[in-house]
Protein backbone atom coordinates (compact mmCIF):
# COMPACT_ATOMS: atom_id res chain seq x y z
CA UNK A 1 0.00 0.00 0.00
CA UNK A 2 1.48 3.76 -0.72
CA UNK A 3 1.46 6.72 1.02
CA UNK A 4 -1.79 7.96 -0.53
CA UNK A 5 -3.66 4.95 -0.16
CA UNK A 6 -2.58 5.17 3.79
CA UNK A 7 -3.46 8.99 3.92
CA UNK A 8 -6.71 9.04 1.88
CA UNK A 9 -8.13 6.42 4.53
CA UNK A 10 -7.24 8.79 7.72
CA UNK A 11 -8.66 12.31 7.03
CA UNK A 12 -8.70 13.57 10.22
CA UNK A 13 -4.46 13.79 10.37
CA UNK A 14 -4.75 15.69 6.88
CA UNK A 15 -7.86 18.19 8.56
CA UNK A 16 -5.94 18.82 11.56
CA UNK A 17 -2.36 19.66 9.67
CA UNK A 18 -4.33 21.28 7.48
CA UNK A 19 -6.22 23.39 9.81
CA UNK A 20 -3.06 24.17 11.89
CA UNK A 21 -1.10 25.00 8.87
CA UNK A 22 -3.71 26.77 6.75
CA UNK A 23 -3.26 24.01 3.88
CA UNK A 24 -5.69 22.52 1.74
CA UNK A 25 -6.03 18.26 2.42
CA UNK A 26 -4.07 18.38 -1.12
CA UNK A 27 -1.46 20.38 -0.09
CA UNK A 28 -0.69 18.35 3.48
CA UNK A 29 -0.85 15.06 1.38
CA UNK A 30 1.75 16.03 -0.68
CA UNK A 31 4.00 17.46 1.87
CA UNK A 32 3.63 13.99 3.99
CA UNK A 33 3.83 12.06 0.73
CA UNK A 34 7.03 13.86 0.46
CA UNK A 35 7.90 13.91 3.86
CA UNK A 36 8.13 10.94 5.65
CA UNK A 37 9.93 8.74 3.16
CA UNK A 38 12.57 11.54 3.09
CA UNK A 39 12.51 10.83 6.77
CA UNK A 40 13.10 7.20 6.82
CA UNK A 41 15.61 7.40 4.11
CA UNK A 42 17.66 9.37 6.11
CA UNK A 43 17.47 8.17 9.22
CA UNK A 44 18.16 4.46 7.86
CA UNK A 45 21.41 5.71 6.17
CA UNK A 46 22.10 7.25 9.61
CA UNK A 47 21.93 3.69 11.12
CA UNK A 48 23.79 1.87 8.59
CA UNK A 49 26.52 4.40 8.59
CA UNK A 50 26.73 4.97 12.31
CA UNK A 51 24.34 2.59 14.56
CA UNK A 52 26.55 2.84 17.96
CA UNK A 53 26.83 6.27 17.63
CA UNK A 54 22.55 7.07 16.96
CA UNK A 55 21.88 4.44 19.71
CA UNK A 56 24.16 6.69 21.89
CA UNK A 57 22.02 9.45 20.56
CA UNK A 58 18.54 8.20 20.74
CA UNK A 59 19.32 6.89 24.65
CA UNK A 60 17.54 9.30 26.21
CA UNK A 61 14.30 9.15 23.87
CA UNK A 62 13.27 5.79 24.85
CA UNK A 63 9.79 7.54 26.24
CA UNK A 64 9.32 9.22 22.94
CA UNK A 65 10.11 5.84 21.05
CA UNK A 66 7.29 4.18 23.38
CA UNK A 67 5.01 6.52 23.01
CA UNK A 68 6.09 9.37 20.25
CA UNK A 69 2.38 11.38 20.46
CA UNK A 70 3.18 12.61 23.27
CA UNK A 71 6.74 14.45 22.22
CA UNK A 72 5.33 15.62 18.91
CA UNK A 73 6.15 19.47 19.88
CA UNK A 74 9.20 20.73 21.75
CA UNK A 75 12.89 19.84 22.55
CA UNK A 76 11.82 15.92 22.37
CA UNK A 77 10.47 16.25 18.98
CA UNK A 78 13.58 17.97 17.81
CA UNK A 79 15.87 16.05 19.02
CA UNK A 80 14.00 13.23 17.08
CA UNK A 81 14.49 15.33 14.18
CA UNK A 82 18.30 15.81 15.31
CA UNK A 83 18.67 11.74 15.42
CA UNK A 84 16.93 11.30 11.73
CA UNK A 85 18.77 14.17 9.81
CA UNK A 86 21.87 14.73 11.67
CA UNK A 87 22.05 18.43 11.97
CA UNK A 88 20.64 21.31 10.76
CA UNK A 89 21.55 21.19 7.07
CA UNK A 90 20.64 18.35 6.52
CA UNK A 91 16.94 19.32 8.23
CA UNK A 92 16.85 22.30 6.15
CA UNK A 93 17.46 20.41 2.87
CA UNK A 94 14.66 17.90 3.37
CA UNK A 95 12.33 20.49 4.00
CA UNK A 96 13.74 22.77 1.05
CA UNK A 97 13.03 19.11 -1.16
CA UNK A 98 9.80 18.44 0.33
CA UNK A 99 8.34 22.49 -0.21
CA UNK A 100 9.56 22.24 -3.62
CA UNK A 101 7.98 18.90 -4.43
CA UNK A 102 5.13 20.07 -2.81
CA UNK A 103 4.45 23.43 -3.44
CA UNK A 104 4.16 24.19 -0.02
CA UNK A 105 5.86 27.05 1.60
CA UNK A 106 9.27 26.19 3.01
CA UNK A 107 8.45 27.87 7.04
CA UNK A 108 5.61 25.80 6.93
CA UNK A 109 7.21 22.17 5.87
CA UNK A 110 10.17 23.59 8.54
CA UNK A 111 7.13 23.58 11.23
CA UNK A 112 5.51 20.20 10.06
CA UNK A 113 8.92 18.57 9.96
CA UNK A 114 9.51 17.90 13.54
CA UNK A 115 6.29 16.93 14.14
CA UNK A 116 6.49 13.96 11.96
CA UNK A 117 9.68 13.01 13.38
CA UNK A 118 9.04 11.18 16.49
CA UNK A 119 6.35 9.22 14.32
CA UNK A 120 9.35 8.36 11.82
CA UNK A 121 11.41 7.25 14.53
CA UNK A 122 8.53 4.94 16.30
CA UNK A 123 7.64 3.25 13.02
CA UNK A 124 11.19 2.27 12.26
CA UNK A 125 11.26 1.27 15.95
CA UNK A 126 8.72 -1.64 15.34
CA UNK A 127 10.39 -4.42 13.56
CA UNK A 128 13.14 -5.49 15.28
CA UNK A 129 14.34 -8.05 12.01
CA UNK A 130 15.83 -4.63 10.57
CA UNK A 131 18.97 -3.08 11.84
CA UNK A 132 16.97 0.19 13.02
CA UNK A 133 14.74 -1.89 15.08
CA UNK A 134 17.73 -3.58 16.39
CA UNK A 135 18.99 -0.33 17.25
CA UNK A 136 15.87 1.03 18.42
CA UNK A 137 14.20 -1.90 20.13
CA UNK A 138 17.38 -2.19 22.36
CA UNK A 139 15.44 1.02 23.45
CA UNK A 140 12.97 -0.03 24.63
CA UNK A 141 10.58 0.74 21.81
CA UNK A 142 11.00 -1.97 19.02
CA UNK A 143 8.09 -4.71 18.25
CA UNK A 144 6.97 -6.83 15.50
CA UNK A 145 3.57 -4.87 14.87
CA UNK A 146 3.90 -1.51 12.80
CA UNK A 147 3.87 0.05 8.75
CA UNK A 148 3.63 2.84 7.69
CA UNK A 149 -0.33 2.97 9.24
CA UNK A 150 1.07 3.24 12.32
CA UNK A 151 2.63 6.30 11.41
CA UNK A 152 -0.81 7.73 10.19
CA UNK A 153 -2.52 6.31 13.28
CA UNK A 154 -0.37 8.25 15.96
CA UNK A 155 -0.56 11.10 13.87
CA UNK A 156 -4.33 11.10 13.59
CA UNK A 157 -4.63 10.49 17.61
CA UNK A 158 -2.24 13.62 18.10
CA UNK A 159 -3.82 15.73 16.11
CA UNK A 160 -7.32 14.96 16.94
CA UNK A 161 -6.37 16.26 20.66
CA UNK A 162 -5.23 19.68 19.30
Known sequence: MNIQELL???????????????????????????????LGSNLQDNVSKNSEGLKSQLGGLGDLIKNPASFLEGDSAISALSA??????????????????SGVDYGV??????MVAPMVLSHFSK??????????GSLGGGDKSGGLGSI???????????
Open 8 to 38: SGNTDILNNISSKFGLDSAATSKVLENLIPK
Open 84 to 101: ITSSKDNSRNIAKSVAED
Open 152 to 162: VGLASKFFKKG
Open 109 to 114: VKKILP
Open 127 to 136: GSDSLLGGVL
